[in-house]
């Protein structure tokens, strides 16, 4: 604790240090040890139903988890700019079909804190790939209890019908992106993925940062929307 804040105290002074650990290093680059600590996502975790491609960048362990919790508590962390590149270079690498971006709406919770670190990514992602948001908007419908606490089922259930999508003056379009920092059981996106297919968008993927090992078994009682 104490060598991390006099880190960050020798990095305020005379570099930004390392994202995760503020160890010093070069320029924005992570330092070799968080550099050693990023594992791939486990292939066998749930996929959220309705969703076409679930591509995840990482395992929520190690480093990533460091920058992902960094980056939700302080936005004025280097952790937000360091995801959205990584993010974005991944993206490019891949080349995916182009698409509006979104993430799903916050919960109560983190709109009262005013700071939403997957809507940042989305619109970090936005202007970076010049994918606009189509006129459209994700809304959600009032706000429901938090989510650690509940069970894959529960969660999905609590979320069903919660997600509307607000069309814009423009075509709908065939494929939209959504974007989240860690995937549990995948029943926010899934839902999100509906209200997007109600309104015709034919093809919903996903980019998530992380997968989180909590849930692994798949979800059921789900089918294929619309
Ligand atoms: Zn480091």
């Known amino acids: ?53 679930t591509h995840v960048l990482w395992a929520y362990s190690g480093t990533p988890r460091r920058l992902i919790v960094q980056a939700k508590e302080e936005p004025r962390s280097p952790c937000a700019p360091y995801l959205a590149q990584a993010l974005f270079k991944e993206i490019q690498t891949m080349g995916f079909e182009p698409g509006p971006v979104f993430a799903p709406p916050a919960s109560w919770r983190r709109t009262w804190k005013g700071w939403h670190l ?10 970076r790939l ?19 606490t509940r069970t894959g089922q529960e969660r999905r259930q609590a979320l069903q019908g919660r997600f509307r999508v607000r069309k814009g003056k423009k075509s709908i379009p065939a494929r939209v992106w959504l974007l989240d920092d860690v995937l549990t059981t995948g029943a926010t996106l899934s839902e999100c993925a509906r209200a997007f297919h109600s309104i015709g968008v034919d093809r919903v993927g996903a980019w998530i940062l992380c997968r989180s090992e909590r849930f692994r078994k798949p979800l059921d009682g789900y089918t294929k929307h619309p």
């Open 1 to 53: 604790m104490l060598g991390t804040m006099c880190a960050s105290f020798r990095n305020g002074l005379f570099s930004p240090g390392c994202p995760a650990c503020g160890e010093p290093c070069n320029e924005e680059q992570l330092c070799r040890a968080c550099r050693s600590s990023f594992a791939s996502p486990s292939t066998e975790g749930s996929v959220p139903l309705g969703i076409r491609e």
């Open 118 to 127: 997957a809507e940042h990514l989305a619109e970090s992602m936005r202007r």
């Open 130 to 148: 010049g994918w606009s948001r189509g006129g459209m908007r994700l809304r959600r419908l009032g706000f429901s209890k938090p989510q650690v």
